[in-house]
């Protein structure tokens, strides 16, 4: 029982996971571009929402809108700012612009609300849930629900609605986009807008399970075996490696870590990731691009 226990809580940590892997492939699917500042958005997110609750004492309804409204703002004017301006250019310079990003958002939260670690309190029991003889944690439970609900919107978002649809051509192919008279600038703010509220999410949970300070965004290095192992283009993907990728650490770190002394759980999804490159170069569920010469 303990080993089934084990594995619930894996997947329920994978759901975590997967939400914080849907912000790199939102920006991947609309800019052929990983965003390497996704793990500082989860970050400032969790400190913009920590602050609206601990220090100006908003209920968490009120915290989590007036967060939303900051987040969205922040993806649109990164677009603005940086991204806007790198249409059209070399894909390793807007992944540079990406990295330049991170460390200014991380210099950006520290000025703003300092380096002290804060928690994000959340309306919701601490008390496990049991089923039978399985203990199970409720706030993981409620983290899953979000993300399953959250996939399931973004899904539809990329599938059946045109502002996806038009994302989707501009990642094709960016020039064949605007000159059939799409507004690549527009949707370029439309999917960091999203990226930032997807990070939200992520900034919540993540903030409330291992509080909120500049190291939490090192879950965008964490989530990054996910993104790869999932597929950089696929929502499918980031789910389904989420939840592979948090029972791979969960059953190392209580099969494993006790035999060779701990680590085992931070090696694991590096290890399987590079395992699938080998065989399946674009990922589980990644789309092949293949190129005519």
Avoid at 137 to 143: D, F, M, S, T
Wanted: with cysteine.
């Amino acid at each position: 029982m303990y080993y089934v226990e084990l594995m619930l809580n894996g997947l329920l940590i994978g759901s975590l996971y997967s939400i914080v892997a849907l912000g790199f492939v939102l920006i991947y699917k609309a800019s052929q571009v990983i965003n390497f500042a996704q793990g500082e958005f989860v970050m400032f997110a969790g400190y913009v929402i920590a602050f609206w609750i601990l220090s100006l004492d908003f209920n968490i309804v009120v915290a989590a809108f007036l967060a939303l409204v900051v987040m969205v703002l922040v993806g649109l004017l990164v677009e603005w700012a940086v991204l806007r301006h790198l249409i059209g250019r070399p894909v390793v310079a807007v992944i540079m612009a990406t990295i330049g990003l991170a460390s200014f958002l991380q210099g950006t939260a520290q000025l703003l609300f300092g380096v002290e670690t804060r928690s994000v309190p959340l309306p919701i029991d601490d008390y496990p849930i049991f089923i039978g003889d399985l203990l199970l944690n409720r706030i993981e439970l409620v983290a899953a629900v979000c993300s399953g609900i959250g996939f399931a919107a973004v899904g539809w978002f990329f599938i059946k609605s045109r502002y996806g649809i038009a994302l989707r051509a501009i990642a094709d192919d960016q020039q064949v986009s605007l000159a059939m008279g799409i507004n690549v600038k527009t949707f370029f703010g439309i999917a960091w807008a999203i990226a930032g509220v997807v990070a939200l999410v992520g900034g919540v949970f993540w903030g409330n399970a291992s509080g909120v300070d500049t190291q939490l965004a090192l879950i965008g290095l964490k989530v990054f075996p996910v993104v790869i192992l999932g597929g950089l283009d696929s929502i499918i993907g980031a789910i389904v490696a989420g939840l592979i990728i948090g029972l791979i650490e969960s059953l190392a770190a209580g099969f494993l870590d006790p035999l060779v002394g701990g680590g085992t759980k931070d090696l694991t999804p590096y290890v399987l990731m590079i395992l699938v490159l080998m065989f399946k170069p674009y990922g589980l569920f990644g789309e092949k691009i293949i190129e005519r010469v």
